[in-house]
Nanobody, 112 residues
Framework: QVQLVESGGGLVQPGGSLRLSCAAS????????MSWYRQDPGKLRELVAS???????NYADSVKGRFTISRDNAKNTVYLQMNSLKPEDTAVYYC??????WGQGTQVTVSS
């Protein structure tokens, strides 16, 4: 019954922007730290950004200044605004709730 559904991925040119969304259901969303991870084939999954229930944020060094994580508890949704995208940002992006609930991922491809 727990479901996390990511959306907003796609193909963009270097320097472009995308806004990812993760809609959650079946959990007490407002109490959960929410996180975005990403993974390319053959590589380990890495933490991109997180936001606690109190609104504290954390970012990977590689995305600081370019990505912004936010949440809307009324909509049970967490967002990832991605600006100044680089080819190395290409990956499947996954949403995580609490320590163990995962979405299916959304593909982000940055290419000219």
């Amino acid at each position: 019954q727990v479901q996390l559904v990511e959306s907003g991925g796609g193909l963009v040119q270097p320097g472009g922007s995308l806004r990812l969304s993760c809609a959650a259901s079946g959990i007490t969303f407002s109490t959960s730290t929410m996180s975005w991870y990403r993974q390319d084939p053959g590589k380990l999954r890495e933490l991109v950004a997180s936001i606690t229930s109190g609104g504290k944020t954390n970012y990977a060094d590689s995305v600081k200044g370019r990505f912004t994580i936010s949440r809307d508890n009324a909509k049970n949704t967490v967002y990832l605004q991605m600006n100044s995208l680089k080819p190395e940002d290409t990956a499947v992006y996954y949403c995580k709730a609490f320590l163990y609930y995962w979405g299916q991922g959304t593909q982000v491809t940055v290419s000219s």
